[in-house]
């Protein structure tokens, strides 16, 4: 059955404002088990508010430990920073996801739990045949994200194993009126601080289906 133009437009405007929607169908969201709660302190919010059944996140290892189900940020609102400060995170990516799917750190966020959401992501893809990076900007829950970088291959990503695994350093340095981005030491992009959110709260962006530990984040010089 072919989309009318009405229901097409009604189609592309879901998948604009919720990215993932268009895939929903071919690549639904995993069911998880042992989701549904949160280590004390930590706070959770999906794309589309799907439910948290089907996201499970563990302290482990002076870490935690995440297997998803639906795209996820998670934060402890005291974990805030502003001025100049030294962001850093390890993510290793256990498996191969499906598809490519990216994770990484958060910045600047503000309003995380309502509809005037907005901060800053950093995050990497990482399968067999591309290594990637990028950084993005969400202003309003329901808005779609805009590209500070779209999507950009780099050597200072680690690409995966036969296995699909792989480790890399994140972080993010705000000083002197800039913010630089860095993959494992390596700069990979900077701009003025006035065009990133940077000040609010810091925390960890996940992509739906994936499993990955998390290293504590170090945050330095608040």
């Known amino acids: 059955m072919s989309l009318t133009p009405k229901l097409l437009t009604a189609a592309l405007a879901t998948a604009l404002a919720f990215p993932g929607a268009a895939g929903a169908q071919g690549d639904p969201d995993h069911a998880v088990a042992g989701g549904g709660s949160l280590p004390a302190g930590w706070r959770a919010r999906t794309e589309r508010d799907a439910p948290l059944t089907n996201v499970k996140f563990v302290a482990m290892d002076n870490g935690y430990h995440v297997t998803l189900g639906p795209a996820t940020i998670f934060w402890r609102d005291a974990d805030t920073a502003s001025g100049n400060y030294h962001a850093?995170?390890?993510?290793?990516?256990?498996?191969?996801?499906?598809?490519?799917?990216?994770y990484g750190l958060l910045i600047g966020g503000r309003h995380l739990a309502d509809s005037a959401q907005s901060y800053t992501y950093f995050i990497i893809r990482t399968v067999a045949d591309r290594s990637e990076f990028s950084i993005r900007r969400r202003a309003g829950y329901a808005v779609r994200p805009t590209a500070v970088v779209d999507w950009t291959a780099h050597a200072a990503i680690k690409p995966?194993?036969?296995?699909?695994?792989?480790?890399?350093?994140?972080?993010?340095?705000?000083?002197?009126?800039?913010?630089?981005f860095y993959v494992n030491g390596a700069e990979v992009f900077s701009a003025s601080?006035?065009?990133i959110d940077t000040n609010g709260v810091v925390g960890y962006r996940v992509n739906h289906n994936l499993d990955v530990h998390l290293s504590a984040i170090g945050v330095h010089g608040r």
């Open 160 to 180: 995966v194993d036969a296995a699909g695994k792989t480790t890399n350093e994140l972080s993010v340095l705000v000083a002197d009126g800039k913010a630089t």
């Open 88 to 102: 850093v995170a390890t993510f290793a990516q256990t498996r191969a996801p499906q598809h490519p799917e990216a």
């Open 193 to 195: 601080a006035a065009d």
